[in-house]
């Protein structure tokens, strides 16, 4: 049986305020929305479609082909956002999710169980809903004495012994497909705010004695609806926690959890170790037995196993097995360590390839280069690859040595084995085996203070 869901994306986010469509703000690396198509994804659904708003070029952008867009051109509820895809999906057969863009917490576990119950139930429509331990201001669930729906109703039309209820409607359904699309025909904007609302559609089928169901879920904060700032953060840390449970029940040790910050994509290999205040983001893969201590931030990075990354900054390059970078060392995007390689404080890389063995201990810079195996490069030591125009690149030799304050300014080579002399500004080649002094001979003039 066909099934697919319905992603409701149009809204404004007037209470958000921000340029930024709502959907597209991110928790834990990801738009809003990209939490939803995931979970919805990984809840098996066959097709996905978004209801976007007319001024939603960035959200177009963002979502490109990864499901199926149709343009609500004017904002008239959320049943009207549905009625937009009358033309593709009224006739066909199967089951139909409606789930809200800005519900990224709803899991995949919790939308499987929701489609299971309301097979299994052969229900036409199922109300995803919850205990709220506050119900104030959500819609609640009265029920048959068979456990179906008898009606949702409104807290501003509820009696008091109905608002003595806990049970709260989500504002997430799932239909039979052509029910659904029936009943939207008799829905009206016969209110206040002159919109066509999706749970006039589930009163529909109420009076005309339709089976109606819901499938509570036992975690009430997963439902929660991010429509400010405050819910994002709230939301954001829900999700954080989340991860965290994953990575360490998976095998990471991580000291404080609530001052640790890690992303939805990022891999972390067991026997790792973070230390409180790290941030983990975008698509980092870390592998196993790694030490990453306090304040340290990986973004798009991988991180072999067995290193040691001491507060630092990484970002989009890669970190061979047993090396050590910092304290407060920043490799930039395109660098590349081999193993045992050592960055030591101070240090930048910035697109550069370093094999293994090679240090880097202190004080100094390495940018556009290729820094040969066991090469030791001393302290205050940089490559000059700028010239006002165009960068070039440095390349060093296997086990040469490069002395305190040197300048290498590229595009030079250095060859194996060679040792550049402290202090020295290398502009030519030098060959292998070779020792290179490039400094004025110093010159001492006694007794100048005193003339």
């Known amino acids: 049986m066909q099934t697919r869901a319905i992603i409701l994306a149009a809204g404004r986010g007037t209470r958000m305020k921000s340029k930024k469509a709502k959907v597209l703000h991110e928790l834990c690396g990801l738009p809003m929305i990209q939490h939803v198509i995931n979970n919805v994804k990984q809840a098996g659904f066959d097709e996905v479609h978004a209801i976007i708003g007319p001024d939603s070029e960035e959200v177009s952008d963002y979502l490109g082909d990864s499901v199926k867009k149709t343009v609500q051109k004017d904002r008239l509820g959320t049943a009207h956002a549905v009625n937009q895809l009358r033309d593709q999906l009224a006739d066909e057969e199967g089951e139909t999710l409606v789930i809200c863009g800005d519900t990224p917490l709803i899991s995949s576990h919790t939308i499987q169980n929701l489609l299971e119950f309301h097979n299994e139930r052969k229900s036409l429509a199922t109300i995803l809903s919850a205990e709220a331990e506050v119900p104030t201001g959500y819609g609640r669930i009265v029920r048959n004495y068979d456990g179906s729906v008898k009606r949702i109703v409104e807290e501003k039309d509820a009696t008091s012994e109905i608002r ?34 999706l749970p006039d559609a589930v009163n ?26 405050v819910a994002l953060s709230q939301a954001e840390r829900l999700l954080r926690e989340q991860i965290n449970v994953r990575h360490m029940q998976n095998g990471v040790t991580i000291i404080d959890p609530k001052n640790t910050y890690i992303d939805t994509a990022v891999e972390i290999g067991m026997d790792t ?36 990354i001491k507060q630092s900054v990484i970002t ?15 490799l930039r995007p395109g660098s590349k360590l081999g193993e045992e390689v050592k960055i030591g404080n101070f240090v930048e890389v910035k697109k550069s390839e370093l094999e293994n063995e090679a240090k880097v201990s202190h004080l100094s810079y390495i940018g556009d280069a290729h820094i040969g195996a066991r090469a030791n490069i001393g302290c205050g030591a940089i490559t000059v690859n700028y010239d006002g125009k165009n960068k070039h690149k440095t390349e060093v030799g296997k086990d040469s040595f490069i002395g305190c304050n040197s300048n290498l300014v590229a595009p030079v080579k250095i060859g194996e084995r060679s040792f550049i002399a402290a202090g020295s500004t290398v502009t030519e080649e030098v060959p292998e085996d070779s020792l290179a002094i490039a400094r004025n001979r110093q010159t001492t003039k006694e007794g100048y203070y005193k003339n």
Request: glycine share 8%.
């Open 164 to 197: 003595e209820l806990h049970e709260i409607s989500t504002g997430t359904f799932i239909f039979d497909n052509q029910t659904l699309f029936k009943a939207l025909d008799k829905v009206t904007n016969d209110n206040a705010q002159n919109e066509y609302y």
């Open 316 to 330: 989009g390059s890669k970190v061979g097995r047993g090396t050590n970078v910092g304290p407060f060392a920043q």
């Open 204 to 229: 529909i089928l109420f009076r005309e004695h339709k089976l109606i169901d819901a499938y509570e879920t036992m975690e009430f904060e997963e439902t929660l609806g991010i429509n400010d700032r």
């Open 273 to 308: 170790l973070i230390q409180p205040g790290v941030i983990l983001s975008g698509n980092t893969i870390i592998g196993e037995n790694v030490t990453i201590t306090t304040s340290s931030h990986i973004t798009d990075s991988e991180i072999e196993d067995d290193a040691v």
